[in-house]
């Protein structure tokens, strides 16, 4: 069984794969000093929470994008399954059938995105990943990626407003009823969740005119905030970076 880790600034995701199948997903939030001992607890027991005993593990693949985790999670990989955990990093980037430019600054999760969409679609792709950031992956029709677009993420814009405001609270990341809101609550969400519609939208349109053309798939855990809201995505698969991880393992093992 292969298990992946997608380690980022706000959570850890991991997904149990059989045969090429997602059988199980867990989402744990990144705590700053954590140890490698604390996050095998915590994913232990999920696992066999979940009916998945960590033993039939017996492949691990990690992206990380946070430096001060990259040590822990293999470490804790190598301790928990008993193997050699495969580190997506520049060095490996060669042996996939995307190419890579700015190898040694594009995040892995990215590249993992690239990997997936392009999979999937077989010609000219992007990817909009909502995570911490919010992060445009466009690939061409050669499989190459040719950009990327970043912008703060829909919760890190809302997070920002709250912690750097002394009267605006924090708030559920849902579209308001209008565009004008009548309290404090709907005037954020109309801001950053209808603001961030059309911040997509206009990014979107001109990936698409510059690569001549694209199929659009939508991703991350704050992905389904926009759906119903714009037409933008050809597709929405939540666990993208999870499956672009799972099939690096034919190039790799």
Same mark, same amino acid.
């Given at each position: 069984?292969l298990?992946?880790?997608?380690?980022?600034?706000?959570?850890?995701?991991?997904?149990?794969?059989?045969?090429?199948?997602?059988?199980?997903?867990?989402?744990?939030?990144?705590?700053?000093?954590?140890?490698?001992?604390?996050?095998?607890?915590?994913?232990?027991?999920?696992?066999?929470?979940?009916?998945?005993?960590?033993?039939?593990?017996?492949?691990?693949?990690?992206?990380?994008?946070?430096?001060?985790?990259?040590?822990?999670?293999?470490k804790?990989?190598?301790?928990?399954?008993?193997?050699? @955990?495969?580190?997506?990093? %520049?060095?490996?980037? +060669?042996?996939?059938? *995307?190419?890579? #430019?700015? =190898?040694d600054?594009?995040g892995?999760?990215?590249?993992?995105?690239?990997?997936a969409a392009?999979?999937?679609?077989?010609?000219?792709?992007?990817v909009?990943?909502?995570?911490?950031?919010?992060?445009?992956?466009?690939?061409?029709?050669?499989?190459?990626?040719?950009?990327v677009?970043i912008?703060?993420?829909?919760?890190?814009?809302?997070?920002?407003?709250?912690?750097?405001?002394?009267?605006?609270?924090?708030? @559920?990341?849902?579209?308001? %009823?209008s565009?004008? +809101?009548?309290?404090? *609550?709907?005037? #954020?969400? =109309?801001?950053?969740?209808?603001?961030?519609?059309?911040?997509?939208?206009?990014?979107?349109?001109?990936?698409k005119?510059?690569?001549?053309?694209?199929?659009?798939?939508?991703?991350?855990?704050?992905?389904?905030?926009?759906?119903?809201l714009?037409?933008?995505?050809?597709?929405?698969?939540?666990?993208l970076?999870?499956?672009?991880l799972?099939l690096?393992?034919?190039?790799?093992?």
């Open positions: 069984m298990f992946v880790i997608d380690a980022g600034n706000t959570n850890i995701v991991g997904g149990a794969y059989e045969n090429g199948r997602l059988l199980e997903t867990l989402r744990i939030r990144t705590v700053a000093g954590k140890t490698e001992d604390e996050y095998g607890v915590v994913v232990r027991a999920i696992l066999q929470d979940r009916g998945i005993d960590p033993k039939r593990i017996d492949r691990v693949i990690i992206s990380s994008v946070v430096p001060q985790l990259t040590s822990s999670m293999g804790m990989a190598a301790h928990l399954f008993g193997v050699s @955990p495969v580190m997506v990093n %520049p060095g490996i980037y +060669g042996r996939l059938p *995307v190419k890579v #430019i700015a =190898a600054e594009i892995s999760d990215l590249v993992a995105d690239a990997l392009w999979t999937r679609f077989k010609g000219a792709c992007l909009v990943d909502f995570g911490t950031a919010l992060t445009f992956t466009a690939v061409d029709g050669t499989g190459t990626i040719v950009g677009s912008a703060p993420g829909l919760g890190t814009a809302a997070g920002s407003l709250a912690s750097a405001t002394a009267q605006l609270p924090s708030v @559920p990341l849902e579209a308001p %009823p565009a004008m +809101g009548k309290n404090t *609550v709907q005037a #954020i969400q =109309a801001g950053v969740v209808l603001g961030y519609t059309g911040l997509v939208e206009y990014l979107v349109r001109k990936i005119e510059e690569l001549g053309g694209a199929k659009v798939v939508a991703t991350g855990g704050l992905c389904r905030v926009l759906m119903g714009t037409d933008a995505f050809d597709a929405v698969e939540p666990d970076t999870l499956d672009g799972a690096m393992e034919r190039w790799l093992y």
